[in-house]
C-alpha cells in the first residue's frame, strides 16, 4: 500500500521549481516558477502581471503542472520522482488568500523569511508581482523505484500532505 501523503510530500520536497503550461491564442506556453504548497495541495506561485502565462491565465484558467527534480536519484542511473496535475488558476487580489499564498510559498525559503513582511507587496492592482493559486483537478505520480516506467493516477479526495 502506498502512503500517497508521503509520496507527494517527498516529490514537492525535492525541488522549489515547477514548470507550468497556459493556453493562449498562439497555442501552449510552458514557464518554469517556483512554488509553494498547502496541505490540500494548492499549490501557489507569483508572477508579473505583464507575463505571457499570466495574460494566457486571465484568459484562460486551465493549467498543467510538471514537478520534478532533474537529478538522479544517489546511486542511479535512472531513479525518477515527479508530478503531473491538470488543474485551475487563479489570481489571488484579497488579502487573506494573499497572505495563505506567502506563509505557503515563503515558508520553503531556506532564509526563513517573515512572510508577514511580504503580504502588502503582492496585494493591489499596482503590485509588480501577484500571487496565484493553482488548485489540482487530476495528479499523476511517476516514481520509477516503484512503478518502472509507468505512472499512478493519485485519488485526490483524502490527500493531506504535513507543511
Not at 56 to 76: M, Q
Amino acid at each position: 500500500m502506498i502512503d500517497w501523503n508521503a509520496k507527494i510530500k517527498e516529490a514537492l520536497d525535492r525541488t522549489e521549481f515547477m514548470a507550468i503550461s497556459t493556453i493562449g491564442e498562439d497555442g501552449s506556453w510552458t514557464c518554469p516558477v517556483q512554488f509553494g504548497y498547502s496541505g490540500t495541495l494548492d499549490l501557489y506561485f507569483k508572477s508579473m502581471p505583464h507575463s505571457k502565462h499570466v495574460q494566457n491565465l486571465l484568459k484562460d484558467e486551465r493549467i498543467s503542472v510538471a514537478i520534478y527534480k532533474t537529478d538522479r536519484f544517489p546511486g542511479s542511473e535512472r531513479d525518477v520522482l515527479g508530478l503531473q496535475l491538470a488543474g485551475t488558476v487563479r489570481l489571488l487580489t484579497q488579502r487573506a488568500d494573499v497572505e495563505e499564498a506567502a506563509r505557503c510559498y515563503y515558508g520553503r525559503d531556506p532564509r526563513k523569511l517573515d512572510y508577514k513582511t511580504k503580504i502588502d507587496e503582492h496585494v493591489g492592482g499596482n503590485a509588480e508581482w501577484n500571487f496565484f493559486k493553482i488548485t489540482p483537478t487530476e495528479l499523476w505520480c511517476f516514481d520509477s523505484r516503484i512503478f518502472g516506467e509507468e505512472r499512478e493516477k493519485v485519488d485526490l479526495e483524502n490527500l493531506y500532505i504535513q507543511t
